[in-house]
């Protein structure tokens, strides 16, 4: 799960794709395309939102994404349009590229929809967020599943 910070939208996903999963079976983590907030909590609304939901992101430390993650994961995806063409830019092969998906393409085909920077925003847009999210990481489970 990519996004810009990893303090906000992608530390959410994560937690929410690795609460619908089975550890031993899928391995999720998050990273941010920009290192300004490198080794920070996830953001405190982020962090209240999860936990409304039942869901600890109290773990996660914010991390820069990294070429080698293409190696380590098998999907990569990228909250908007400006974390994809980041990530794109340094795919070096068709395969790694083919990896890259805009998460919210999981829910509304081809649209190429972004999940909304909420970081500047008001509280209501964790939870806006967090309703995407969790819709999109059901949808996710489910192809993994079939
Ligand atoms: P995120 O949100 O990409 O969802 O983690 C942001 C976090 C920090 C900043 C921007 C977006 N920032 O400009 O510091």
Redesign the pocket.
Known sequence: MV?????????LAEGILASKVDPEDVFVDSA?T?A??VGELP?SRSIEVAKKYGIDLSYQR?RKFTVKDFAKFDRIYA?DEH?YRNILSLARNKQEAKKVTMILNEIHPQQNLSVP????GSDDGFENIYQMLDEACERIVEKLQS
């Open positions: 996004c810009l910070g990893n303090i906000c939208r992608s530390p941010g920009a300004y907030h953001d914010a909250m974390n920077d909420p970081y500047y």
